[in-house]
């Protein structure tokens, strides 16, 4: 029998709320965040664990992990 399909997080981040200062990329311990210029963005939601250490840990409130 096949395992059922993973069900992804969804991560939203907030553009103009990321002031680009990559707490969230050095607290994720999966590396499924990068800073791409000033603003974060998703690299490899596949490694997402829904730790939400990235959520819990920004300053300015924005990012989501649902």
């Known amino acids: 029998?096949?395992?059922?399909?993973?069900k992804l997080p969804n991560i939203v981040i907030s553009e103009t709320l990321c002031k680009g200062c990559s707490i969230c990329v050095d607290?994720?311990?999966t590396n499924v965040l990068e800073l791409?210029?000033?603003?974060?963005?998703?690299?490899?939601?596949?490694?997402c664990t829904r730790c939400q250490l990235c959520d819990l840990?920004?300053?300015?409130?924005?990012i989501q992990v649902f």
């Open 27 to 29: 607290f994720c311990p």
């Open 57 to 62: 840990r920004c300053p300015d409130f924005a």
């Open 36 to 47: 791409r210029g000033n603003v974060v963005a998703v690299k490899n939601l596949e490694a």
């Open 1 to 6: 029998m096949a395992e059922p399909a993973k």
